[in-house]
């Protein structure tokens, strides 16, 4: 998730829905200080600026901080704001070369104070099929404040065991916010690589929770791009077999994968979800397509390609 959707989504929890500008990062609400039928407040949710047609400069500014301080909102989420925004420019774009450090507010699941949040968070866990080992194995966490609040924290740590990127995904019902994740450049980044042997095969997939129930090998993209330093690796590793075990989404980029794999000598399988994720399907399902799959041809590559009309 790109930094400027969480600010959309902060913004949409408290002036309803906004109209997207086709070309820009505008988006216009309906201004609650001059009531205007029309959405006249425009707020750039990458930058910041915001300004209300009708009623500026009253209702102008740099960042939407002064904005929710004008609507009363509860300081939480203010303080949330700022944590993206400086006086003039995006907190964002600065702390994209920064190293990756858990929130303040993160907490552990093997202590439990008996709160409603930490039943909640763990009857969520339950309910994804998470099991105490893998809690243990991940450093799973959870956050009852803060910008990550109700939210399950899974760490991704470096071949030296370092901190390089997290996830947050909401144990709510009806979040309006349901992943959050610290703004750092991807490219850079190997999923989980302190689990991953690089003698083996490797499972890619999309999410941390995916990597979890998969247990065996598994790298989270966090999205849908194999990202610059993981692409890297695996051409130049002794790994000799990778699994794609991608959305259908998500097709034509893992064809687009397999081609440049299987050009450095790469056996690849393209693994068949069969619509759902493998956080959905659960190890034993996954264990089951992962020995059922084939390993992709040129043939096999090009008739896909063709299917999909590419």
């Given at each position: 998730?790109?930094?400027?959707?969480?600010?959309?989504?902060?913004?949409?929890?408290?002036?309803?829905?906004?109209?997207?500008?086709?070309?820009?990062?505008?988006?216009?609400?309906?201004?609650?200080?001059?009531?205007?039928?029309?959405?006249?407040?425009?707020?750039?949710?990458?930058?910041?600026?915001?300004?209300?047609?009708?009623?500026?400069?009253?209702?102008?500014?740099?960042?939407?901080?002064?904005?929710?301080?004008?609507?009363?909102?509860?300081?939480?989420?203010?303080?949330?704001?700022?944590?993206?925004?400086?006086?003039?420019?995006?907190?964002?774009?600065?702390?994209?070369?920064?190293?990756?450090?858990?929130?303040?507010?993160?907490?552990?699941?093997?202590?439990?104070?008996?709160s409603?949040?930490?039943?909640?968070?763990?009857?969520y866990?339950?309910?994804?099929?998470i099991?105490?080992?893998?809690?243990?194995?991940?450093?799973?966490?959870?956050?009852?404040?803060?910008?990550?609040?109700?939210?399950?924290?899974?760490?991704?740590?470096?071949?030296?065991?370092?901190?390089?990127?997290?996830?947050?995904r909401?144990?709510?019902?009806?979040?309006?916010?349901?992943?959050?994740?610290?703004?750092?450049?991807?490219?850079?980044?190997?999923?989980m690589?302190?689990?991953?042997?690089?003698?083996?095969?490797?499972?890619?997939?999309?999410?941390?929770?995916?990597?979890?129930?998969?247990?065996?090998?598994?790298?989270?993209?966090?999205?849908?791009?194999?990202?610059?330093?993981?692409?890297?690796?695996?051409?130049?590793?002794?790994?000799?077999?990778?699994?794609?075990?991608?959305?259908?989404?998500?097709?034509?980029?893992?064809?687009?994968?397999?081609?440049?794999?299987?050009?450095?000598?790469?056996?690849?399988y393209?693994?068949?979800?069969?619509?759902?994720?493998?956080?959905?399907l659960?190890?034993?399902?996954?264990?089951?397509?992962?020995?059922?799959?084939?390993?992709?041809?040129?043939?096999?590559?090009?008739?896909?390609?063709?299917?999909?009309?590419?």
């Open positions: 998730m790109e930094p400027h959707d969480y600010v959309l989504g902060l913004l949409e929890s408290l002036l309803g829905k906004g109209k997207k500008d086709r070309h820009t990062f505008d988006y216009a609400f309906h201004c609650p200080f001059c009531n205007h039928k029309k959405p006249k407040l425009i707020v750039n949710v990458k930058t910041g600026q915001y300004n209300c047609w009708t009623c500026h400069p009253q209702t102008k500014g740099k960042t939407p901080v002064s904005l929710l301080v004008k609507l009363g909102v509860e300081n939480e989420r203010i303080l949330e704001m700022k944590s993206y925004f400086k006086s003039d420019r995006t907190k964002l774009e600065d702390d994209r070369d920064k190293s990756v450090f858990l929130p303040k507010e993160f907490e552990s699941f093997t202590k439990n104070d008996g409603l949040e930490y039943r909640r968070a763990v009857a866990l339950k309910m994804r099929g099991q105490a080992s893998d809690v243990l194995k991940y450093n799973l966490g959870y956050c009852k404040t803060g910008r990550y609040r109700n939210k399950i924290v899974v760490p991704s740590y470096d071949k030296s065991g370092k901190l390089n990127y997290f996830v947050a909401s144990y709510e019902k009806d979040p309006f916010l349901k992943y959050d994740a610290p703004a750092v450049t991807k490219t850079e980044i190997i999923g690589e302190y689990f991953i042997n690089w003698q083996v095969p490797v499972i890619l997939c999309e999410g941390a929770f995916d990597a979890i129930a998969i247990k065996r090998n598994a790298i989270p993209l966090f999205g849908k791009s194999i990202p610059k330093s993981l692409m890297l690796k695996l051409v130049e590793s002794q790994v000799k077999t990778v699994y794609l075990a991608l959305d259908n989404d998500a097709l034509k980029e893992a064809l687009t994968y397999s081609q440049t794999l299987l050009d450095h000598g790469k056996e690849v393209l693994i068949e979800l069969e619509g759902k994720d493998p956080s959905d659960g190890f034993e399902k996954m264990t089951q397509l992962l020995q059922q799959a084939k390993p992709l041809t040129f043939g096999d590559l090009l008739l896909r390609r063709l299917q999909i009309g590419k």
